[in-house]
Nanobody, 114 residues
Framework: VQLQASGGGLVQPGGSLRLSCRAS????????MYWFRQTPGQGLERVSS????????YYTDSVKGRFTISRDNAKNTLYLQMNRLRSEDTALYFC????????RGQGTKVTVSS
């Protein structure tokens, strides 16, 4: 299983970023997928999840209405559109194919700062 996240960077508060996660080594379209984030001194937080077909999505309360998860099964790619970013969204973001984040690959860093 390989999960490579990308798209992070430095953005001002109120700005937007789109994260991508390219998956390989398993049948992507068969699995629910998850975005997680982690900050220094904090545990791993599950941010969002999406069903295998993409028709069901869930979000942690702090990102509802600001983040949108999506997927393209033809491209084996998971996305996270992040709008109205806040300083507290600063974290290392990962994608995973399990609810605990144990399959997470290399993350992408998001820094929200003026």
């Amino acid at each position: 299983v390989q999960l490579q996240a990308s798209g992070g960077g430095l953005v001002q508060p109120g700005g937007s970023l789109r994260l991508s996660c390219r998956a390989s080594g398993f049948t992507f379209s068969n699995y629910w997928m998850y975005w997680f984030r982690q900050t220094p001194g904090q545990g791993l937080e599950r941010v969002s999840s999406i069903s295998s077909g993409g028709n069901r999505t869930y979000y942690t309360d702090s990102v509802k209405g600001r983040f949108t998860i999506s997927r393209d099964n033809a491209k084996n790619t998971l996305y996270l559109q992040m709008n109205r970013l806040r300083s507290e969204d600063t974290a290392l973001y990962f994608c995973a194919k399990d609810t605990g984040g144990n399959t997470r690959g290399q993350g992408t860093k998001v820094t929200v700062s003026s």
